[in-house]
């Protein structure tokens, strides 16, 4: 199977500007989680979304939004881009098993940088 | 809420030698634990995980982690390490049942040959 893929790979944008980032899971995988890693704050949990629907939300600003098509690739949007927001991205794919939360698989990420 | 703890920034040991990469986890509830590893510019990999069971669980590339209830920790170990295990090694705790999972603060391993 083909792993999780994320597109872009590199993204460099001014402050203001908005940016989505794009999440194709792994074929047969419904749940797509999204996560910022900074080296100062770590992995940070951003959202995640089961068959459309936003089931998890972290401690982020109004500004990171996201969405889940009927073919669970997702999309990650970030309004008015501020410094703080350069980081790299990453999205992970899972498909629960009995019982709920299952392995999750990381695409390689997004390294998005603000100037 | 939950929470985990990667009590050390970095762990250097020596080729050959056992390794440890410690982690502590606080949920209210019976803790679903994952270890996954991070290479340079890269994405996570899973390593291993304990849902229920057997406390010693075995991973990938010979590694395995101990689940202890009573000390609430679930530290990763190696018999022998290899230079090529040099990365950061992240901890990981959910409740299951669709819970969202959470990460530590990540431990980074550098092995010297």
């Known amino acids: 199977k083909a792993g999780v893929t994320q597109t872009p790979r590199y993204l460099i944008k001014t402050r203001g500007q908005q940016v989505t980032l794009s999440c194709s899971p792994i074929?047969?995988?419904?749940?797509v989680s999204w996560y910022q890693q900074t080296p100062g704050q770590g992995l940070q949990f951003l959202f995640e979304?089961?068959?459309?629907?936003?089931?998890n939300k972290g401690n982020f600003p109004g500004r990171f939004s996201g969405r889940q098509f009927s073919n669970s690739r997702s999309e990650m949007n970030v309004s008015t881009l501020e410094l703080g927001d350069s980081a790299l991205y990453l999205c992970?794919?899972?498909?629960?098993?009995?019982?709920?939360?299952?392995?999750?698989?990381f695409g390689p990420g997004t390294r998005l940088t603000v100037l | 809420a939950q929470s985990v703890a990667q009590p050390e920034d970095q762990v250097n040991v020596a080729e050959g030698n056992p390794l440890t990469v410690k982690c502590t986890y606080s949920?209210?509830?019976?803790?679903?634990l994952f270890w996954y590893v991070q290479y340079p510019n890269r994405g996570l990999q899973f390593l291993l995980k304990?849902?229920?069971?057997?406390?010693l669980v075995k991973g990938s590339y010979g590694f395995e982690a101990e689940f202890n209830k009573s000390q609430t920790s679930f530290h990763l170990k190696k018999p022998s390490a290899l230079v090529s295990d040099s990365a950061l090694y992240f901890c990981?705790?959910?409740?299951?049942?669709?819970?969202?999972?959470?990460f530590g603060i990540g431990t980074k391993l550098q092995v010297i040959p």
């Open positions: 074929s047969g995988h419904r749940s």
């Open positions: 979304y089961f068959s459309e629907t936003q089931r």
């Open positions: 949920v209210s509830g019976n803790p679903y």
């Open positions: 992970a794919s899972s498909s629960p098993g009995r019982g709920g939360t299952d392995t999750q698989y």
């Open positions: 990981a705790v959910s409740l299951g049942g669709y819970q969202k999972v959470t």
């Open positions: 304990y849902i229920t069971g057997d406390n």
